[in-house]
């Protein structure tokens, strides 16, 4: 039998020693499991983006399949899931802003893709899915495989983000977030099916595509951030059915979508009049 003598175990414990331990404990956990205040703000990218899919299944889905849609609870339902796909596009921005500033988990990149895949692929994935089984003219099954178009678009475009290097301040292809507010704006314009259909499908295929838009850095993040809190007023005059509410929503959804269209083409035309310039620097040195 082992006896312990009470003077020398005092001397060896102390009341700190379990505090320190767990101190040590602490300090040594891995980096990697440590979250960031870029990494929180990246968590409440992935809450709204949940929130977009339950605002649309309980306010627009579930009335419409029990026969029990209320027209402006519809409305308001709608507009609530848009505005959270907004709000995503807010901390999608600043966690971005906030790793450059401060410092971001070694999670961080991997946290960023996971959520921008369920608020700006599955968000308005689901958003699509219902506009086909509610609207009067639409089909499910077309509406079922353009959703899929848009999630798929938006898995590649994550994935080759991740591994193809671009030049400082460009994304190769349209980025996500803009992808999805314009694949929403599609659906909210409302017209006809087939037309609405096709413009969903070219949206897809500019995520995909190998155009290069630029990154929402000084001036543009701010005028970007400025058309998210004004598209965010538009919505909610929408919603209560203010006078004009409509159509200023209207407006502002053919806006977002002449900018998708707008910016490619601008890109497209810069890349041509670069590689001129450099096949006119070619000949230039080649000359005598």
């Not at 609530?80 to 966690?95: P, Q, T």
């Not at 401060?102 to 219902?130: K, Q, T």
């Not at 707008?262 to 230039?284: C, G, H, K, Q």
Request: net charge negative.
């Amino acid at each position: 039998m082992t006896v312990t003598d009470p003077e020398t175990q005092a001397a060896t414990w102390s009341p700190g020693a379990e505090v320190e331990e767990d101190v040590d404990e602490t300090d040594d956990m891995p980096l990697s499991t440590r979250l960031s205040i870029a990494d929180t703000l990246t968590l409440g990218n992935a809450t709204c983006g949940f929130l977009a899919v339950y605002f649309t299944t309980t306010g627009v889905l579930i009335p419409h399949l029990t026969g029990s849609e209320d027209g402006g609870m519809t409305r308001h339902s709608a507009a609530s899931a848009v505005m959270l796909m907004l709000l995503a596009s807010v901390f999608d921005l600043f966690d971005g802003l906030v790793a450059r500033k401060l410092r971001s988990s070694a999670m961080g990149a991997e946290l960023d893709n996971l959520s921008d895949l369920i608020s700006f692929g599955l968000a308005p994935a689901y958003f699509v899915v219902v506009w086909g089984m509610v609207a009067d003219d639409a089909y499910q099954r077309v509406s079922a495989v353009a959703a899929i178009v848009v999630l798929l678009a938006v898995v590649l475009r994550l994935a080759r983000f991740s591994c193809v290097t671009m030049p400082n301040g460009v994304f190769q292809g349209m980025p996500s977030p803009f992808g999805a507010l314009t694949v929403v704006s599609v659906v909210l314009l409302g017209l006809p099916f087939v037309p609405t259909l096709l413009a969903i499908i070219g949206v897809a295929w500019l995520m995909v595509s190998r155009v290069e838009y630029p990154k929402p850095r000084g001036r543009l993040a701010v005028a970007m951030l400025s058309w998210i809190v004004t598209s965010m007023g538009l919505l909610a005059a929408w919603a209560f059915e203010a006078p004009g509410g409509e159509l200023l929503l209207q407006t502002a959804c053919a806006l977002q979508v002449v900018l998708g269209a707008v910016i490619p083409l601008f890109a497209t035309a810069r890349r041509v009049n670069a590689f001129r310039d450099n096949r006119r620097e070619s000949r230039a040195a080649q000359l005598p």
